[in-house]
């Protein structure tokens, strides 16, 4: 056996375990789940080909157009505040000390919680009666406010839990990000007399903008497959104001058995992320120039 | 600006909202040392004694809590394991190894960060089904060594290894394996705390998943078996039983996080984000 | 045959060749430096001599054993790295002994050459360190004993000096002439530094445009230079290359016209050299001073001062913009834009033909 060939069946033997894994586990149902979107099909194995039946049914489902209206909402209510704030705590918090350093810790807690014991925690502050902010505007003088059974209060309710969860990472790749800023660049600026303004606008901003792409594609895409707070928090009520597309397609595939039309509906999702990530990098990439 | 002092006002912000993050923690950890009796009468009694430990005793009693604790752990450990390991050997493999398609494989590796879990979960969980695996720990833990962000962050770690070592190694006599074993995977290390760290926090976690592949009580994670207390609270299981079960399912990935927190910090800082 | 034999090496990297049928015999205990400008393909031989790359063809001989096709650990060499590669997660003294239990050296065998290695280097005390705790200069000792303790047959050392500061550069070079009378092998060092080769090299090896261009002791490449690169590469500052003609012989030896119209009769036999041909003539700084007051020569105005202290190098330019390089003793008055006359010492100069080729004086019979 020659030198070359054992160096390429090493190769092979190194990555080929996970391309294994990879493929069994992920390009398969990946492939699988776009035959079943074509097939009228069930949970328990009843197949049958209907074409883009599902796709056109979803297209003119008012359920699923709750959902999506919903599902952008909360995109919208949480992506760009958690963006701005993690933005300024991580400036904020970039900085040697040790109330820096607890502070760090104080908002990276949170991230290392569960979906359920989130929920578990916020349904108690949120709810009227006897809650934690119900406790607040009691002492106040006011009336409790029936957060999660309001239908215009239920989805900002849903937000504020999310962003109170998700506050951690972001915080955390943006202070990752801010700390491979060269100092010497701040040195540079402070000696060609800028102000504090001027520096976060035309050096720090600019040299972390990949960070805070990569911050913004994660989040949305998470975001719109916001599924536990929904389900957890409110089932999806009152009336379908905090159903969300995944909570849809969880209860279309394992409440109504609808596999392959939930399938179908995962795939525009899938889609849709796609296509919202191309575009914002798109958007945030097209005036650089190519890198080497 | 790195250095320079943080005006009072900013001071002031970033304390309220220390307290907005700290307060729903705090309120649950003495909620969970309340009686169950004296929540029923006044929820507002969380702020006052007197306290009881009587909600942890029922759970190390009767309760599937640790059932679903050993669970946790055993499927989060799994996860990180596989993670680390198959990601260790991919991560070397790119980064070093020379093999036909070894530029498109990775990149179909890569394109596998654009898929969300929503692309394949019923597919997933339709093909688990095929395979009997629901209901079991490899049907858990699977899932989530597709992962493609282990194998990018490790070939870009491995990447940043001068390539002197492993030459200094080939003179030296080593095998492959030797070189990859001895010099190259103990300078990983602090990758793998990274790595291993958001592993095992995603695994421990996770929801979606074994919410629909962990179907009967004794198989729930803790995440899910939380979900399904919490369900149907009302019947059963007091408000202070609920935040201690909060309480204990936090403990341990406290601890890792504590434990590791130097090691992701660094990581993070260092050669992690290029 | 012992010692080491490159037959006709060839290498290129896609299009683009770095070596070119490159042959090459070196002494078994002798110190050879591989000597050329950045891209020359010193590097890459070197490498292709430690197994870290392979020729495209050609083969590598040592010790009267063909290696080229052996795996780099296999050869019987050893390596100082420029950055030292030392495995920055073992202590010293695993450093040393990686390769030697790679080897399936014994272990007290290894204890013992640890311990002399060791103590040669005088890095005893540093054994259990890891090389992140030590300065540069002990790192550097550190990767010569991981070499030393291999017993290799062959040493390669590339550019051991570039990562040094000039105080630590200068003892490290000490050091490294005393290694070769420590280890019974020939060495292999790379540099870019020409003081470095000609001080510690027996023989010099320059390396340019993918082809070897002279290989010779430190005196042959600096008095008789191969041809108009190795005369412009060796030396610093450079011979001076000033175009001229050839104006026609007097006794054998010939006369040239520089361009601005001085003719010098030089100490270069005629040989081919017929009169009209395009020359350019080569003069190195010593020969090459003030003239005397009175005394005749190049009229050139002065435009920059190098002061070493001991000696002075003046640059300066000649009617028609030839560029020349003059050295004076001692500190010097001459300050840039002044005017001068320049005496030259014309039985030194060398003359070079437009292909390069070199014409050196000699003294006449």
Sequence with gaps: MTAALRDRLAGYAFVGPFLLVYAAVLIVPLVMGIVISLHRADLFGRREWIGLDNYAQALGDPVLHQAFGNTVLLAVLIVPPLTVIALLLALALNRPGKFAAVLRGVFFSSLVLSVTIVTLIWRFILTPDAGLIAEGLEAAGRA?????????LVIPAIAVTTLW??????VMLILAGLQQVPGDIYEAAALDGAGRWTVLRRIT???????????????????LQLFGQAQLLTGGGPGGASRTIVLYIFEVSFGRWELGYATAIAELLFGMIIALTLLQYWLVTRHEEPRA | MKGARLHPLVVMALLLGAGVMLAPMVWTLLLSFKSNAALMADSGAAFSGPYTLENYAAILKGSLTLQWLANSLIVATGATVGVLVLSSLAGYGFARLEFPFRRTLF????????????AVILPRHQLFAMLGLHNSYPGLILPSLTGSFGVFFMTQYFRAIPKELDEAALLDGASRFTL??????????PAQATLGVFTFLAAWNDYWWPLISATTSDRFTLTVGLASAQMNYAQTSGLGFLMAQAVFASIPILVVYIAFQKQIVRAMAGTAVR | MSGLELIDVSKSYGATPVLERVSLSVLPREFIAFLGPSGSGKSTLLRIIAGLETADSGEVWLDGERIDTRSPGARGIAMVFQHYALYPHMTVRENMAFGLRNAGVARDEITRRIAQAADILEIAEQLDKKPGQMSGGQRQRVAIGRAIIKQPRLFLLDEPLSNLDAALRGRTRVELAQLRTRVDAALIMVTHDQAE???????IVILD???IQQVGTPAEVYARPANAFVARFVGSPPMAMLPATIAGEEAGRVCVRLAEGT????????????AGTEVEVGLRPEHVRLAAPGEAGLAAQVELVERLGDRTFLYAKLEGGAEIIALEPGFGTVRPGDAVTLAIDAPCAHVFTASGAAHHPEPRA
Excluded at chain 1, 165 to 170: K, Q, V
Excluded at chain 3, 197 to 203: G, I, K, Q, Y
Aim: contains cysteine; negative net charge; glycine residues 4%.
């Design chain 1, 144 to 152: 409790p406010i029936p957060f999660l059974s309001d239908p215009d």
């Design chain 1, 165 to 170: 969860w998700s506050l951690g990472f972001p």
């Design chain 1, 205 to 223: 901003l600019p040299a972390i903008r990949r960070t805070l792409l990569l911050v913004v594609m994660l989040q949305t895409a998470a975001q």
């Design chain 2, 107 to 118: 990149v179909i590796v890569l394109l596998g960060l654009a898929v969300p879990e929503q």
């Design chain 2, 180 to 189: 990859f074993w001895k010099v190259l995977l103990p300078l990983t290390f």
């Design chain 3, 197 to 203: 080769a000609m001080t510690l090299a027996d023989r």
């Design chain 3, 209 to 211: 445009d993918c082809c």
């Design chain 3, 263 to 274: 003719v010098l009769a030089t100490a270069v036999p005629a040989g081919e050299l017929v």
